[in-house]
């Protein structure tokens, strides 16, 4: 979906290192995107009930969770989704092949030049 105000694209970021979420939010809208960011599954549900973004990057491991059911429920509302993760490159299950998938640590300049990627899709 398109930032209502300024006709951007809207991008997701669940990122629960503060640091991390800055500098992908800074390298987003240094893009253009309009961004909405939160730090644990909660907020982003709340947020996704507000205004459906074009597309989401998601931490794997959050303070309340695995984001792998948030990245399905985005998925299924037309969501790009994208999953970033510390963990072993296989460490995402089968059945999310939807997901681009990055390993930690991932500079905000790749994560934005793949929301640039999906944007203009």
Not at 62 to 84: M, Q, Y
Request: hydrophobic residues 50%; glycine residues 6%; proline residues 4%.
């Amino acid at each position: 979906m398109l930032n209502s105000e300024t006709n951007a694209p809207l991008i997701l970021v669940v990122e629960d290192s503060v640091l991390v979420a800055m500098a992908i939010e800074d390298a987003l809208e240094t893009r253009g995107f309009a961004v909405m960011v939160a730090s644990t599954l909660a907020g982003a549900r709340e947020l996704v009930k507000q205004r459906k973004p074009t597309a989401a990057l998601l931490d794997l491991q959050l303070p309340d969770g695995i984001s792998l059911d948030l990245a399905l429920e985005l998925h299924k509302l037309g969501c790009a989704v994208a999953i970033s993760s510390g963990f072993e490159r296989n460490s995402i299950p089968e059945g999310y092949e939807f997901a681009a998938q990055f390993h930690k640590p991932v500079s905000s300049d790749i994560l934005a030049e793949w929301a640039g990627l999906i944007a203009v899709c």
